[in-house]
């Protein structure tokens, strides 16, 4: 009989002893009874001896003959568990869902992408090829962090697509990471293209059959390529030798419940740890990534225009205090005047517009009550096309009242701001004959799922596209010549670190959108941004497409605020029923907090979302020297305290939101 300890797959930090008739190696899966669940568990540490008696200790119910999870991934799962300040056994949960995975699937798997031949291959131009060969040379030769670095349609998947092809030609695996959104079909079709055979996806919307597919090929190494969003980093590879994160300063990589981490960061960790290179992709690299080059940490490889001599587009700031919109509208003359030549040409316009629904508010006119959710510190937003009004934060809402829920008077609501349905609606009564479109996370609204509305706008079939976010993310519009941008600031008003960073990102990417087709006669696509501050540096860098002024004059303003990345931030979040022991528990964590000049504790706050799904809640903000071991400061700080169990602590590292 030998026990061993064993991590099972629930928020747990530390292994558990059971016993087995045989030693089981270390990363063996086994299925064990953990309270009162069947969960999965990896042998941690293999013949030890346990403190309590040997009838008391529980035997492992079931010994997988799936691969080991290798050495190095379990070494990789400490790492993150403490990056992130999560149980060990949380990230585990990410690494293997489910015993399910493990148990032999009824009829035989069908495995993607078996093997490669670079068939597709397209020439490359001069700076695309040494650029390729630069990545090239980094396969095999262990650990290297480079970003490529190119203009939105510079040709950089092309690029990176050499990088994967040599990996894949060396017989190891290949994982390229892509925002949630921007994993439609077009770049799957793009891949296998290029390789003559379809890689495996992984993404939050996959049915069990699919995950086991995925997960089983990947672990016995017979699954060349992923194509995945964030969470395809935790799958167990069994010989991964190159990552790729596309779009690296794309926003949606941090993940904000259970393991708050940032992919990102998490890839170029994994490749650390593993010992293999690592890609950034990016034509807005983040300012985090930007200042790592500076300092010598990541290298870089850049391309200079774009592929096949397309121009970047001409940019215009509309001021919306001069040029204003008509009464109850949004659409300033001039922005009118270019919808209507390009429709009339018959080329695409996009209308950019980051807000789902209808009004983000509706607000009765004779009590002035405004429609709130009673569990989140947030505005109910209407849907006119679905006839709900509700919460984006937990759901909470129904279908649009007609009368006033606070006065009961009749026709009194009105909404208030644009949303894009609000923003169609005005189009529609201007452009009577043209085509419109809304592409938004709503496309169950109008029954076309979303890579049909990609089609269909690829083919031409549609003049004026109304978007959010999601139409700024890699897609290839040939016909769009136009686009403009409603409310320019509305990223700005957060105010919080990132916000001109984030605008600044966004509103690139979606002008990138225009012209990416070679214009005839030297035309260029047309951006136009409506804003209230044009003399904002954000919107003048913009217009002056100037990345390097933007990223020195931010890096600057950091650098006095003494903000990330010359410093370290970590948000502390508590939340909970009762608001006066969250409060409680907020004030404690203040008065214990260690306090430096290089240690600083601010709050507790009242958040933004002082209330969300129901529970209240409060935030601390730490700011710490870079010289310091935040994670392990933090650590002894918490350690100090009781924290009742009606209090839900968690901690952000390097926090993307401070909502
Ligand atoms: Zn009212
Ligand atoms: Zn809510």
């Known amino acids: 009989m030998h026990i061993h300890s064993i991590l099972p797959a629930t928020g747990i930090d530390k292994g558990y002893s059971y016993k087995a008739d045989e030693i089981l190696p270390l ?81 035989p798997l069908q495995f993607f992408c078996m093997s490669i031949n670079g068939g597709g291959a397209v020439a490359l131009n001069k700076d695309q090829g040494t650029a390729a060969h630069d990545l090239c040379t980094n396969i095999d030769q ?141 034509a807005t690299p983040s300012i985090e990534t930007l200042q790592n080059i500076e300092s010598g940490r990541y290298s870089e490889v850049t391309l200079p225009d774009r592929f096949g001599g397309a121009h970047m587009p001409d940019m215009h700031l ?82 649009s009242p007609d009368k006033c829920p606070s006065c009961d008077a009749d026709d009194s609501l009105v909404p208030i701001g644009p949303g894009v349905e609000r923003i169609a609606e005005e189009v529609e009564a201007k452009y009577p004959d043209a085509r419109i479109m809304i592409l938004s996370s709503d496309t169950a609204e109008d029954g076309l799922k979303l890579q049909e509305k990609l089609d269909a706008i690829q083919r031409g079939d549609v003049d004026i596209i109304i978007g959010t976010q999601m139409t700024a993310k890699g897609h290839h519009f040939p016909k769009l010549t136009c686009v403009g941008v409603i409310d320019a600031d509305i990223g700005m008003k957060g105010g919080d670190l990132r916000a001109g960073e984030r605008t600044w990102q966004l509103l690139h990417q979606v002008a990138g959108r225009a012209g990416r087709e070679v214009l005839s006669e030297g035309r260029k696509g047309q951006v136009y941004l409506q804003t209230y501050m044009p003399e904002n540096n954000v919107m003048e860098s913009l217009i002056d497409q100037d990345r390097d002024a933007f990223t020195s004059l931010e890096l600057e303003m950091r650098k006095m605020a003494n903000m990330p990345p010359y410093s370290r931030l970590a948000g502390i979040i508590l939340s909970g029923k009762n608001e006066k022991t969250v409060e409680g528990v907020g004030r404690t964590l203040a008065q214990t907090a260690p306090r430096s000049d290089e240690f600083i504790v601010m709050g507790p706050a009242i958040p933004a979302f002082a209330m969300l799904r129901g529970k209240h809640r409060r935030r601390l903000l730490v700011q710490c020297s870079r010289k310091i071991n935040l994670q392990k400061t933090i650590e002894d700080w918490l350690g100090r305290i009781d924290i009742p169990s009606s209090v839900r602590l968690s901690v952000d590292i390097d926090p993307q939101s401070f909502l």
């Open 142 to 282: 262990g650990y290297s962090c480079t970003l490529l670095d190119g203009v939105t349609g510079a040709g950089k998947t092309e690029v990176y697509f050499e990088a994967v092809a040599e990996c894949m030609r060396a017989d190891h695996q290949v994982l390229i990471m892509m925002p949630e959104i921007a994993l439609t079909g077009g770049f799957v079709d793009r891949f296998e293209k290029r390789f003559g055979t379809r890689a495996a996806l992984w993404h939050s919307q996959m049915t069990p059959k699919q995950r086991m597919t995925v997960w089983k090929g990947v672990a016995s190494g017979q699954t060349k390529a992923v194509i995945g969003a964030r969470s395809s980093l935790f799958l167990p590879y069994a010989d991964l030798g190159l990552i790729v994160v596309d779009e690296e300063h794309d926003q949606s990589y941090k993940q904000e419940d259970n393991v708050i981490y940032h992919a990102r960061d998490m890839a170029v960790m994994r490749g650390a740890c593993m010992k293999h290179p690592v890609i950034l992709a990016s």
């Open 318 to 399: 509309i001021d919306m205090r001069e040029d204003k919109a008509e009464s109850g509208e949004f659409i300033s003359p001039t922005l009118h005047r270019a919808i209507n030549e390009t429709v009339k040409s018959g080329e695409q316009v996009l209308l950019f517009l980051n807000r789902r629904g209808y009004a983000p508010l509706t607000l009765c006119r004779s009590c002035g009550a405004r429609l709130e959710c009673p569990q989140c510190t947030a505005w109910l937003v209407a849907h006119k096309k679905s006839g709900r009004t509700f919460c984006h934060h937990c759901d909470y809402g129904g279908r």
């Open 27 to 107: 990363g063996t899966y086994v299925k064990i009874s953990f309270g009162r669940q069947d969960v999965v568990g990896v042998v941690w540490d293999n013949d030890v001896t346990a403190d309590i008696p040997l009838n008391k200790i529980k035997s492992v119910s079931e010994i997988y003959d799936s691969p080991p999870l290798a050495d190095d991934m379990r070494t990789y799962i400490e790492k993150v568990a403490g990056w992130t300040m999560t149980p060990m056994g949380s990230v585990l949960k990410m690494v293997i869902p489910s015993y399910k995975l493990l148990e032999e699937p009824k009829r």
